[in-house]
């Protein structure tokens, strides 16, 4: 006899996890399915912003995590031995982000999703659907494999939480729209032993930009962003990253005697895209329904607000119009954003960004909180003209190269 479920999540990382615990708040049966045990990593970005540190309070997950020391952030730029340092507009009486390893953020997800009642089913590959997602035969429920064994799984929802390559998301046919290239790729691994500070820091070498994030249990992230065209002539990417950071005298004196304990991931795949949202029985949410380039950093942030309004969307029936509805109004000029932030810095642009950003806190400050979303980036950008000039004159002049007029639409 198959499994029967009110929801059943594909994908039990953060856009999984987080939605199960407030749909089981609700009262809802669900069952969370991953391929992956868990604790276990994942690539990411990582920083976590004041409103996000706020959801996860809500979802009762901060006090765990912030057991693991992630120290609290301001952000620091670094270019031609000159630098600013701003803090963000506080939230919550939080003006820092910080920086956490997907095997703590999400092992306490999956834990908390688990006491709150939520069924979980680890070690599970999904391969199919129950049902076409047509409009006389949705989607109810899955089919997935488990040491050879198919297993059938019936829900009234299924919701595809299983990342940019999202397995639901080729089931049901929402192919990537709306997609944006990248110019640069992005690269980072686990260091201990790093001298750190306060603050998350980001050295402009154009064209490139290493950064270093202070993480949890003495862990830090040490990136490397710069041209996609080069991937191809760097044949030993492990060699490359540390001659890099080692290519940056602040960076090096903070390695002095730190350990690299993983090795170098990433990927110069990191064009953004949206796909379609809902159709008849299933949702995607995540990485699976939206992509933006890693420099934003906004992933974990948006899928823990994705979560809440599909929680809500789902519990008073209006989840298949409100939720693509609430993502096209909140996601679009960050999106038009990311098309600056996927380009490749010149040292000309920079020297006017500090020119400013030094002089000026609050223009500082307005940089900076438009990754945690509390300034408009156009409205930032307005105060640094390097920026605005770079970027675009408005968001919407950026989006019509990849709209074509077409915004989210419903699935029939």
């Not at 199919?128 to 799984?153: Q, W």
């Not at 159709?279 to 607000?305: E, N, R, V, Y």
């Not at 008073?316 to 996601?331: F, K």
Request: hydrophobic share 40%; glycine share 8%.
């Amino acid at each position: 006899m198959p499994q029967q479920f009110d929801v059943a999540i594909v994908g039990a990382r953060v856009a999984g996890s987080s939605l199960a615990i407030q749909l089981a708040q609700q009262g809802a049966k669900v069952i969370l399915i991953d391929r992956a045990l868990f604790p276990s990593d994942t690539v990411s970005t990582h920083v976590i912003y004041p409103a996000t540190i706020e959801r996860l309070a809500r979802l009762g997950v901060l006090d765990g995590i912030m057991a693991h020391r992630p120290p609290p952030l301001y952000t620091a730029w670094h270019h031609q031995n000159r630098m600013f340092v701003a803090p963000h507009t506080p939230e919550h009486g939080r003006d820092w982000a910080i920086c956490v390893r997907r095997s703590t953020l999400d092992g306490h997800l999956v834990e908390r999703a688990e006491a709150c009642g939520v069924t979980i089913d680890t070690a599970m590959t999904v391969t199919g659907l129950v049902g076409a997602g047509s409009p006389d035969d949705p989607v109810r429920g899955v089919t997935a494999y488990r040491d050879g064994v198919e297993h059938a799984i019936h829900a009234d929802i299924v919701v595809g939480a299983d990342g940019a390559n999202s397995t639901v998301a080729k089931l049901v046919g929402a192919e990537r729209e709306r997609v944006m290239p990248t110019r640069t790729m992005l690269y980072y691994a686990y260091w201990t032993g790093v001298d750190g500070r306060n603050t998350q820091d980001f050295f402009f070498e154009p064209p490139w930009v290493c950064a270093h994030f202070p993480a949890d249990d003495g862990h830090h992230v040490l990136t490397m962003n710069g041209p996609v065209e080069l991937r191809r002539s760097i044949p030993d990417l492990e060699a490359f990253y540390l001659d890099k950071l080692a290519s940056i005298p602040q960076l090096a004196g903070r390695l002095r005697h730190a350990t690299k304990v993983s090795n170098v991931r990433g990927s110069p795949r990191l064009d953004g895209f949206y796909r379609r949202h809902t159709g008849p029985g299933w949702l995607l949410t995540g990485d699976a329904a939206h992509f933006k380039h890693p420099a934003s950093a906004q992933g974990i942030g948006d899928a823990l607000h994705a979560a809440e309004v599909i929680a809500a969307g789902i519990a008073d029936g209006t989840w298949r119009s409100s939720y693509p509805e609430w993502r096209e109004v909140t996601s679009r000029d960050l999106y038009a954003f990311c098309e600056f932030l996927a380009d490749v810095p010149t040292d000309a642009g920079m020297r006017r960004v500090l020119d400013i950003a030094i002089q000026d806190p609050s223009a500082a400050r307005a940089i900076v909180d438009i990754w945690s979303r509390t300034s408009a980036p156009w409205d930032a950008m307005a105060r640094v003209p390097a920026m605005l000039e770079a970027a675009g004159p408005s968001p919407e002049s950026v989006l019509a190269k990849y709209e074509g007029g077409s915004p989210l639409r419903l699935a029939s």
